[in-house]
């Protein structure tokens, strides 16, 4: 299980020692209340960790897809990759071979260019992602792709070359796809593109990855089990609690989430529009702050000890001891540096993330250490869980739909205008 330490002391000691104890406790009991009435009704991103009648459609694709390309384009956006992204991540260190995945998920004309020269059309597949169907970026790739793998590939054989995620019912994506015969996997309704990491979205390219679908699953339903059982004390209550609390009373809203490992890159991504799509409205909202240590250490730290105390920090800790290559006795000696002599880099990232939590602590900032035990599916599926659940707690402390985004609706409206207008 991932923990959450806040310190010497536990959070709840922590929220007095602030002057906050009666409102942390108020909100906690009123998150706790949130995800007990949610036993009786899952939300449909918490039943993806329990499903298996899904896995058949993925194999298939898996197995089709095996030996035949080399390279696969993920096209979607927001939801429909970053979850995608932040689960293939774990497949860096590992020797699974297979095909390459990219994700080119904001739309970018140099970008396209750079693929489609580097990229051979008879090895290339595209896994086209888009719960609506309609959103006009993935559309745009897809069309473009089309043109592309035309180049290279027979008539007959084009629809081999597609795959789509899309929701059942009449919509562009699947229209065409229908027209294409290709493979057409459903996204389920009932859960929002931010919010469909454990679902096809996400695990058919952790599988394409050869990651383990189960892994995340069954890493995610222990976070969701564990906090079911125990509302009162789960982290996502207390996180969820906390993070409404120190927005309230002391109008600190921005939460910084910063993991010790390259591989989280793209999970602050994925947790950056969960968390700003699902709590950014009605006038209210909390901004999400990505950065990775040490490396922003160097670049933000400076701001977060001594700048205003305006935010909430949730720090990532990785197994680090003992890891990766050691520097050499000698040399480090020779040059002065006896204090990381014959330590690993693991051992360095370690004391970092130590010193920075305490560092902040000793300026009165209130920060979460969360630890995970290993870098594997279990753990990385527990964490998805973990925020998700977090933030729709989130969501009920504030009054708010944690699910809709009519905000970005306008934007989307002006940009089909602006195109038609375009000579
Ligand atoms: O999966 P879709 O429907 O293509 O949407 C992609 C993304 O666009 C948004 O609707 C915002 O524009 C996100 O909520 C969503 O994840």
Not at 41 to 51: D, E, I, W
Not at 257 to 273: I, K
Not at 403 to 419: A, M, N
Request: include cysteine; aromatic fraction near 6%.
């Amino acid at each position: 299980m991932i923990r959450s330490s806040y310190g010497e002391k536990a959070l709840p000691a922590v929220m007095d020692d602030h002057g906050l104890s009666d409102a942390f406790t108020h909100n906690r009991q009123r998150a706790a209340d949130g995800l007990t009435a949610m036993e009786h009704s899952l939300p449909g991103f918490a039943r993806q960790c329990g499903r298996m009648d899904d896995l058949p459609d993925m194999e298939t694709v898996r197995d089709r897809l095996a030996g035949t390309f080399d390279d696969i384009l993920v096209f979607g956006t927001g939801g429909s990759s970053l979850g995608g992204q932040a689960a293939t991540a774990l497949a860096r260190y590992g020797d699974a071979g297979g095909p390459r995945l990219h994700f080119p998920d904001s739309l970018d004309p140099y970008e396209m260019d750079r693929l489609f020269s580097s990229l051979t059309p008879q090895k290339t597949h595209i896994l086209a992602i888009s719960k609506s169907g309609g959103t006009a970026e993935t559309l745009a790739q897809l069309l473009t792709a089309r043109a592309w793998i035309d180049t290279g590939v027979p008539l007959e054989k084009i629809g081999r070359h597609f795959t789509f995620i899309t929701e059942p019912g009449d919509r562009p994506l699947r229209r065409y796809g229908e027209g294409l015969g290709c493979m057409i996997i459903d996204h389920p309704s009932d859960v929002g593109g931010r919010f469909s990491v454990l679902t096809a979205v996400g695990m058919v390219p952790a599988m394409l990855s050869g990651l383990s679908v189960t892994g995340f699953r069954d890493g995610a339903r222990a976070v969701l089990d564990d906090a079911l059982a125990n509302p009162g004390s789960a982290a996502p209550v207390e996180g969820a609690a906390l993070a409404y609390t120190l927005a309230a009373e002391r109008n600190i809203g921005t939460v910084v989430l910063m993991p010790y490992a390259d591989v989280l890159r793209a999970f602050t991504r994925w947790h950056g529009q969960l968390w700003a799509e699902s709590l950014g409205k009605d006038g209210l909202g909390s901004t999400p702050v990505r950065a990775i240590g040490p490396v922003d250490q160097h670049s933000q730290l400076q701001l977060y000890v001594d700048g205003p105390d305006d935010k909430f920090y949730t720090l990532i800790g990785v197994p680090g001891h003992g890891r990766g290559p050691a520097v050499p006795h000698a040399p480090a000696l020779d040059n002065g540096l006896d204090y990381m002599a014959g330590k690993t880099i693991g051992d360095i990232v370690a004391c970092q993330t130590r010193a920075t939590a305490e560092t902040l602590r000793k300026r009165g900032r209130i920060v979460r250490m969360m630890t995970m035990e290993a870098m594997d599916e279990r753990w990385l599926g527990g964490l998805f869980m973990h925020f998700m659940l977090e933030t729709v707690l989130t969501a009920h402390l504030m009054g708010i739909n944690a699910y809709d985004q009519p905000g970005v609706e306008d934007s989307k409206v002006l940009t089909r205008r602006y195109l038609c207008e375009l000579e």
